[in-house]
């Protein structure tokens, strides 16, 4: 069986990958840059012996020409490019230039034509690699651009050096390109030949999701995509003359990020009803994230069809919270549905895998028509740590289960009261808050009050959840603050939990504010449970996120070695050249 840590630390090691990702600077910043530069190299070089002015018209002239040439060219074939990144690009490759230049120089100043011609040939042998990257993934499309720095400099070297200049440059320029094209050969067949991905058409779809909100990016999605049937349970409640509130537990994932996939799962379950939509996390892990957004619409539609069939009743149990090793699980029973909220806080709690908890809601159907499991997704500590069949995590939280089911079936039921509310936070998606913000559910039945409480957000940091359920207990006899696991505070980081940018005492306010309006809107209620039976969704696939992770470290491993090896290869190969034309 595969180790929990092993499962999500793959993932996790990729997503750490998004820390090489940046905004570029403001064009004018690159290019003053760039321009300073030139003009320190063309001190060195009147130190070193040369007449001519090489940091200016070597690489300042061909870098502004590049920066000038590169965002019309890319567009013109209508893929994306900012005056930013065009200006980055120049002056990278400018610095490369420059340093592969000077090394040149102080080994032997007599073979500057040859260190200036392979420092243009690893100019366009990056940009062609940067531009395929972040802009188009076909070489050929994507050459012209990439040679625009190179090819000014070029012209202008040849009146700097003599005549062999011409041939060697174009013939180093051609060793370069085709190494350069190995190199992004490497990158991208082990990705090609187990999903038929291309990494860098990949890349070139997040940056655009990114850059303008594209959604290509879920193409790839729907490449790798497999169709599951999920359970969907949900207990709809009714009040006279009240908006009514319906609880809904998706067996998918909220992610990958973003806007993309599942990531603001809430946000469209909410758009297909009238009701105050809480949609709280299930038990299913990243292999569970929908491809595309279209696809939350099937479980919109499967929850409107289960609805036709509700029976509704005015009675629910107390609340009553079972124990088992590590995991406490809120349990409340509403005519004949159970409702289960597990975690683990103040210990790490986590995604917790389909398969545990189909098995935990196959035991409760022995007395219950429906179960729903809700993952509170409310302790985030250290590395992830996925819940996987049959570990010890798993039993504790199947044992926790069958105690529950045997325990609730005998509680006494009384007429109930429920109150609703929902506070729209003043914090944004990068301070770790989703479009849904604060929502509360307040159940009063049999002298009890139970706060349902639900953040917009993915997991909390550790300590938080025992904060806000301290200070939520002196107005309500038992409470269960929980997130949704919404990735869509989720774009380039894969960690933004609730009270890692926003403290817990500028979070209280505002779930003060929604118990106060929940209390105040307390008023009889009728519940009725449903299990909607979600068909053909399409998700990533059973361990397809792993596979992914697992191609692409090992990627990570090997393509920096033989990237060098190719690099000095076309290093020796410049050097030979300059020997057969000198």
């Not at 050969?185 to 999701?209: C, G, K, M, Q």
């Not at 009553?320 to 509403?334: A, H, P």
Request: glycine letters at 8%; hydrophobic letters at 45%; a neutral charge.
């Amino acid at each position: 069986m595969r180790s929990p840590t092993s499962v999500a630390g793959s993932e996790m090691r990729l997503e750490s990958l998004a820390r090489y990702l940046f905004n570029a600077p403001s064009w004018p910043a690159s290019i003053l840059i760039l321009c300073v530069f030139g003009l320190i190299l063309d001190v060195v070089t009147q130190r070193l012996g040369t007449t001519f002015l090489l940091g200016t018209l070597g690489f300042t002239l061909p870098g502004l020409f590049a920066f000038i040439a590169t965002k019309p060219l890319v567009t013109s074939l209508g893929r994306p490019m900012t005056w930013n990144r065009s200006a980055l690009l120049a002056l990278s490759c400018a610095i490369f230039g420059l340093f592969i230049t000077l090394l040149g120089l102080l080994i032997s100043p007599l073979h500057l034509a040859l260190s200036y011609a392979v420092a243009l040939g690893f100019t366009l042998g990056l940009r062609l690699l940067v531009l395929v990257a972040i802009a188009d993934f076909r070489i050929l499309r994507m050459i012209v651009p990439a040679a625009t720095q190179s090819g000014m400099a070029i012209l202008l070297g040849m009146h700097l050096f003599p005549p062999v200049f011409l041939p060697l440059s174009l013939l180093v320029q051609g060793v370069f390109c085709a190494g350069f094209a190995g190199v992004i050969w490497l990158i991208e067949r082990p990705l090609y030949r187990t999903f038929h991905i291309r990494v860098l058409d990949f890349l070139n779809s997040f940056l655009a999701h990114l850059t303008d909100g594209s959604r290509a990016l879920e193409e790839y999605f729907e490449k790798i995509g497999e169709e599951v049937t999920v359970p969907q349970v949900s207990i709809f409640f009714s009040r006279k003359d009240r908006r009514g509130l319906l609880i809904t537990i998706p067996n998918v994932h909220p992610g990958p990020l973003g806007e993309i996939g599942g990531g603001n799962i809430p946000r469209g379950m909410q758009e297909g009803f009238d009701e105050m939509v809480m949609v709280p996390h299930g038990a299913a892990t990243h292999d569970f994230n929908p491809v595309s957004e279209k696809e939350i619409g099937k479980l919109v539609e499967a929850v409107r069809r289960a609805r036709n069939s509700l029976r509704f009743s005015p009675l629910a149990s107390r609340s009553v919270r079972v124990r088992e090793g590590s995991v406490s699980l809120l349990c409340q029973v509403f005519d004949s549905t159970l409702l289960l909220v597990g975690t683990r806080s103040p210990e790490r709690t986590e995604d917790i895998d389909f398969g545990v908890g189909m098995m935990i809601m196959g035991e409760g159907h022995r007395n219950f028509e429906n179960v729903g499991f809700i993952d509170a997704h409310n302790c985030q500590s250290g590395e992830t740590l996925y819940v996987l069949p049959a570990s010890r995590l798993a039993m504790e939280y199947y044992w926790a289960g069958m105690r529950a089911i045997n325990e609730m079936v005998h509680q006494e039921k009384a007429p109930m009261e429920v109150g609703i509310a929902q506070v729209k936070v003043p914090f944004s998606r990068e301070q770790g808050f989703g479009d849904q913000g604060i929502q509360v559910a307040i159940v009063r039945t049999g002298g009890q009050s139970t706060a349902y409480i639900l953040v917009d957000g993915n997991n909390m940091e550790a300590g938080v959840r025992e904060a806000l359920r301290d200070h939520v207990l002196s107005q309500v006899d038992e409470a269960e603050i929980m997130t949704t696991d919404s990735h869509v505070v989720n774009t380039v980081r894969g960690r933004n939990p609730v009270g890692l940018h926003v403290p817990v005492r500028d979070i209280i306010p505002w779930v003060d504010r929604a118990l106060r309006e929940a209390r105040e809107d307390l008023s009889p209620a009728l519940a009725a449970g449903s299990t909607a039976w979600c068909e053909g969704v399409k998700v990533f696939g059973s361990h397809r996120i792993t596979q992914m992770a697992s191609t692409v470290n090992t990627m990570l491993i090997f393509i920096p070695f033989i990237s060098a090896g190719m690099l000095v290869l076309t290093f020796l190969l410049s050097l030979l050249a300059y020997i057969v034309l000198g």
